[in-house]
C-alpha cells in the first residue's frame, strides 16, 4: 500500500511556480523573525572588507569563515522553508537566532560534494565529446580566430555543429534543474539526498527551471549593476551585504522549499507519511 501511494503521488505531482515564488515572499519576514542571529551575522561578514583589509592570512580566514556563515544561514533558511513556521522548523533542528551547525548541514555539504563529482564526470565526457566533433568536422582554425565564418568551412557542418553545442550546453543545464532541489530534500528527508533528487522533479522539469530563472534574476541584475559602475563600489557591497541575507536567500531558499513540498512523494513508513502531510 505504501509503495502504491509513492507511485500514485509521483504520478499526480505537477509544480506550480507560481506558487512556489509566493512561498519564497512569505519566507522573507519569516527568516527575520527565526534567524536574525545568522543573517545578521553574515551581513558583518560580507560589509567585513568595508573596515578591515582583507588580505594573506586575514583574507583566507574570512574566507572560510564567511563560507561557514553562509551554510549556517542556509541551514536555517531550509529548514524554515520546509516547515513554513518555527515550530516545525525547530523540530527539524533549527537554533536560536538561526545560530546552529548540524547533521543538515553536513547532509548538504556530502550531497553538493557529491553532485560537483557527478557533474565533473558528466563534463570530461561531454568535453571529449566535443573535441572528438569538432576535430573529425575538419574546420578551418585560421578562419575561426580570424572571425572569417564564410571561410570555416560549409554550411550544413556549422549548422550541425551549433546544434551540437546547443546539446551539449543543455545537458548540464538540464541536470541541474533536475538537481536542484536536493538541499531542501536532504533537510526534509533527515538524509543525504543528491542523485536521487532527480525524481523529484520528474514531470516538472520546465516549471522547475522557469523558477530557477526567476531566482537568478535579482543577482544577475545587481551585478549588471555593479559591473556597469552604476553605483560606487562601495555602495555595492553595502547593498550586497543587506540583500543577500535579508532578502534574495530567504526568497530563494523559500521558493525552492516551496516547489519541494509540492513535487515531493518520499514516504519510507507511516510515520514518514505524517510528516509528508504537515508538510504539505
Not at 24 to 30: D, K, Q, R, T, V
Not at 236 to 265: D, H, K, T
Amino acid at each position: 500500500m505504501g509503495a502504491r501511494m509513492v507511485r500514485d503521488r509521483a504520478d499526480h505531482r505537477r509544480l506550480n511556480p507560481i506558487r512556489a515564488l509566493a512561498d519564497g515572499l512569505a519566507s522573507i519576514p519569516l527568516a527575520a523573525r527565526a534567524a536574525w542571529g545568522i543573517l545578521a551575522f553574515w551581513t558583518l561578514m560580507l560589509a567585513a572588507p568595508l573596515v578591515v583589509p582583507i588580505e594573506g592570512t586575514v583574507g583566507v580566514l574570512h574566507g572560510l569563515g564567511l563560507s561557514l556563515t553562509a551554510l549556517v544561514a542556509v541551514g536555517a533558511l531550509l529548514r524554515l522553508g520546509v516547515g513554513q513556521d518555527m515550530a516545525r522548523a525547530r523540530a527539524l533542528g533549527l537554533g536560536a537566532a538561526g545560530l546552529q551547525v548540524g547533521a543538515a548541514e553536513l547532509r548538504i555539504v556530502w550531497a553538493a560534494v557529491l553532485i560537483a563529482i557527478f557533474l565533473g564526470l558528466i563534463g570530461i565526457v561531454l568535453g571529449l565529446m566535443t573535441l572528438a566533433v569538432f576535430g573529425i568536422a575538419e574546420l578551418n582554425a585560421a578562419a575561426i580566430q580570424a572571425r572569417d565564418w564564410s571561410a570555416v568551412g560549409p554550411v550544413w557542418k556549422r549548422v550541425a555543429l551549433a546544434i551540437f553545442t546547443l546539446v551539449i550546453v543543455a545537458v548540464p543545464v538540464l541536470l541541474l534543474t533536475r538537481l536542484s532541489l536536493f538541499a531542501a530534500a536532504s533537510v526534509a528527508r533527515r538524509r543525504t539526498v543528491s542523485l536521487d533528487s532527480m525524481a523529484i522533479a520528474t514531470g516538472s522539469g520546465w516549471p522547475l527551471f522557469g523558477l530557477l530563472l526567476v531566482l537568478a534574476a535579482g543577482p544577475v541584475i545587481l551585478g549588471l549593476v555593479i559591473l556597469e559602475g552604476v553605483v560606487p563600489a562601495a555602495l555595492a557591497e553595502v547593498l550586497i551585504a543587506i540583500l543577500l541575507p535579508w532578502v534574495w536567500a530567504p526568497f530563494a531558499a523559500g521558493s525552492l522549499c516551496g516547489a519541494y513540498r509540492q513535487l515531493e512523494y518520499w514516504t519510507p513508513d507511516e510515520a514518514a507519511d505524517k510528516h509528508y502531510r504537515d508538510l504539505r
